[in-house]
């Protein structure tokens, strides 16, 4: 099951990740169960059998759930106070049970499972007795009252309608955890695509959304198949959630009904879930080994449909997630290998955009076929299996004949990013040679270099393989200036100029010190340990002058007072927008400064206080507590660009 941010705050998984190591369709076990549930208040009433369970089987253990019986060959036997059902107990022979429970209410935490007015829900296998299959041929039985309508993965079969409510039954095969099951006052849309039922299961309020939905999902899994494989189920659907995450499962989604109507919904995000078919649910995550699925999906969905909308889009998502890695706080920039999951902004950064950019420049490196080959191979060789970075290097090395070891080495295992140098850029008639630099330990990068000449534009790629490298580009034309990848196609450190101030350089740069203006000491020093995480520093005026990196707290009139009085540019905003209000700004000689203004100082903390949220941004003001403006200071010259004109 992949847990997908919707919201301006990555969310936290609801469970941890599945682990599986289980060898292609090997092992594949058998359950049946039947599910009578009543939204409305939450009862229900579940019965398994699992015929022939392999080794051990474990119990959910539930605070809102109850084991009733425990049938062991047909014997009642008592539950396990370990609540786990050991093999040699059973035996191989059937294990059925009963039990009994209440879904817990909706709160603010989103579970496992929870009931609302207008939908309930189970997440993975926790309400489930599962044994050691690592796979296995789920069959529900679902039944819930007349006006509701129950959804769940797997490939929908019988479906009937009575007196007293509906039944319908999914057929799954896959990993327990990967589950999901689902009932609401849905009105259902279905459209066959070929073979593959399409539906949506929205509220009625929400049902003219159902045509453009599932015209979209039909048009992404063409693509995609053509791209990677045969698509891998039966069929999709579009399950509308009264929480506020975007769900991927085997053939369905869970979105928030808040978003439902937003055209990023049905566009890039929605792309992104029918994505995860093929990566991260049916080409399962090793996740022991880290996860390489949310980048490759990442750059296969969101990026290819920003490359749809023309190369500016697409130039600006790559700055995007580079501007993200520079917000990056020393302790959370990890290597690839650690990422599991994006619980916040911070692992977001590296696990989805770090890691489209490994493929982006993985793309370039071997060319659109042997890219395509190499994807294609390692779809036809791990589905229905899982797969870690080995198994990916494995298939494009395969594709194209080559040792992607380096490259794999160094995008993996290493935290930060190289820094670019344009040393020397020497025009000599129609010939341009450059030295080129990079920060320690140094790459292997291919560096794309746009050199403006009098006949036109010409792109060509320097090989910078250590710390200083030479090279002498022939041109067509004199060279009236060039430009060091200048639309970021590699995994760089930003230079100066590129990227204006960023409000998350205060947590990513050296420890700032706080300056507590008109006394406010213990909202200043409130609110620095808030946002640094780490108890705050303050100094008085005259330690301020001196600090390497300096936050300035106070009321809005005192935090203007004092900008004017220790920068000489002018304001670059009004800086009374909001009731509070956040922006950073260099001094003449570099040093970092962040202000942070509220028109109450006892408001501080309470308005600002989600101000990480905000650090891709320069500026940002708030209101009850939410973002009401947020915007970027205007770039300037950059080290690496020269003009020779």
């Excluded at 959304?209 to 693509?223: F, L, M, N, Q, W």
Aim: net charge negative; aromatic share 8%.
């Amino acid at each position: 099951m992949r847990f997908r941010p919707l919201l301006l705050a990555a969310l936290p998984a609801l469970a941890g990740p599945a682990v599986w190591a289980g060898p292609h369709a090997e092992m594949l076990g058998e359950e049946a169960v039947t599910l009578r549930l009543d939204p409305a208040t939450g009862a229900l009433t579940l019965d398994a059998v699992l015929p022939a369970p392999q080794g051990d089987v474990t119990l959910p253990r539930q605070d809102w759930l109850t084991v009733e019986t425990l049938e062991i060959g047909g014997d009642a036997t008592p539950v396990p106070s370990s609540g786990v059902l050991r093999a040699a107990r059973h035996m191989g022979r059937p294990v059925t049970m009963r039990l009994t429970g209440t879904l817990p209410p909706l709160s603010p935490e989103i579970g496992e499972a929870a009931r609302a007015e207008t939908a309930s829900y189970l997440l993975g296998s926790g309400w489930l007795p599962v044994d050691s299959a690592p796979r296995a041929r789920f069959e529900l039985n679902l039944e819930v009252p007349a006006g509701w309508r129950p959804a769940a993965t797997g490939r929908l079969g019988a479906e009937a309608v009575g007196a007293e409510g509906r039944r319908a039954q999914f057929v799954f095969t896959g990993r327990a955890a990967d589950m999901g099951v689902f009932a609401g006052r849905y009105t259902v849309g279905e459209a066959r695509h070929g073979d593959l039922r399409l539906r949506t299961y929205f509220e009625p309020r929400d049902a003219a959304y159902s045509p453009a939905y599932t015209e979209a999902v039909a048009g992404y899994i063409d693509r995609f198949s053509a791209e990677i494989g045969p698509y891998p189920y039966a069929g999709f659907s579009v399950v509308s959630a009264p929480i506020p995450v975007g769900l991927g499962m085997p053939g369905l989604t869970y979105v928030s009904q808040s978003i439902l109507g937003h055209g990023y919904m049905r566009g890039r995000s929605l792309a992104h879930e029918v994505l995860h078919s093929w990566w991260g649910n049916s080409v399962a995550v090793d996740y022991r080994r880290g996860n390489w699925c949310e980048g490759l999906t990442t750059y296969m969905a969101d990026h290819a449909l920003a490359e749809d909308a023309g190369p500016e889009a697409a130039r600006e998502m790559r700055l995007g997630w580079l501007r993200d890695l520079a917000a990056l706080p020393a302790d959370e920039d990890r290597p690839l290998t650690e990422f599991r999951a994006a619980s916040h902004g911070a692992r977001q950064a590296v696990g989805y955009g770090k890691a489209a950019l490994l493929f982006h420049m993985l793309k370039a490196e071997l060319g659109p076929a042997d890219w395509h080959k190499g994807l294609s191979r390692f779809y036809a060789e791990r589905h229905d299996r899982v797969a870690a970075w080995h198994d990916l290097r494995a298939a494009f090395e395969e594709a194209s004949g080559r040792d992607l070891g380096w490259f794999f080495d160094q995008w993996l295992t290493r935290s930060g990013l190289p820094a670019l140098r344009l040393e020397a850029a020497e025009p000599e008639g129609t010939t341009l040679h450059l030295v080129l630099g990079q920060s320690g330990p140094a790459y292997r990068l291919s560096v794309p270099v746009v050199v403006e000449t009098a006949a036109g534009t010409e792109r060509h790629l320097v090989l910078l393989d250590a710390g200083r490298g030479e090279a002498t580009l022939r041109l067509r034309a004199p060279a009236r200036a060039v430009s060091v990848d200048p639309d970021f196609d590699l995994a760089r450190a930003l230079a100066p100029g590129e990227v204006p101030p960023m409000l998350g350089d205060l947590f990513a740069g050296p420890e700032p010190v706080l300056l507590a203006l008109g006394g406010e000491t213990a909202a200043a020093e409130a609110l620095g340990a808030r946002l640094l995480r780490r108890p705050a520093r303050l100094v008085d005026a005259a330690a301020a002058e001196t600090a390497p990196a300096l936050i300035v707290v106070g009321s809005g009139a005192e935090v203007a007072a004092w900008r004017m009085a220790h920068l000489s540019a002018p304001a670059p905003w009004s800086m009374d927008a909001g009731r509070a209000r956040a922006w950073v700004e260099r001094d003449p000689g570099g040093r970092l400064i962040g202000f942070l203004s509220a028109d109450r100082a006892e408001d501080l903390a309470s308005e600002l206080g989600a101000l990480r949220y905000q650090a891709g941004q320069s500026y940002a003001a708030f209101s009850g507590g939410a973002a009401v403006a947020a915007g970027d200071w205007p770039t300037g010259a950059t080290p690496l660009s020269r003009r020779f004109d």
